[in-house]
């Protein structure tokens, strides 16, 4: 697994580098994007709609952005699977019910 975090700009793109990278994403690769259980999944897909940009940036559709409640300016996880040629993006919301499921387990029932 390869993770970075990033910021998403005003037009909803995610610049990572070292994630695409990883994923040997370049320029107009073609993706299939879609949202799932408050994360976001994309996949190389040779039949995809959505691409990398020129820049080497991955925009996520405005309608997947909305789902998952982001706006510019929100940081998200990038969990890159590169032998399977999968990223997830982790929103906010998404780590935080993984953070309160953990520190629950961990601590008893979420009691400090």
Do not use: K
Not at 20 to 27: C, D, E, I, N, V
Not at 49 to 75: K, N
Request: glycine fraction near 14%; include cysteine.
């Amino acid at each position: 697994m390869v993770y970075g975090l990033a910021a998403i700009d005003p037009s909803g793109r995610i610049a990572d580098r070292t994630i695409t990278r990883a994923l040997g994403w370049g320029p107009g690769t073609r993706l299939h994007i879609r949202e799932g259980s408050g994360v976001i999944v994309v996949r190389l897909d040779r039949q995809g709609f959505f691409t990398v940009t020129g820049q080497g940036h991955l925009h996520l559709p405005a309608a997947v952005r909305h789902w998952c409640g982001l706006t510019a300016g929100d940081r998200v996880l990038l969990a890159a699977n590169p032998v399977d040629g999968l990223l997830v993006v982790h929103p906010p919301a998404a780590l935080d019910a993984m953070v309160v499921a953990a520190h629950a387990e961990l601590l008893g029932g979420g009691q400090a």
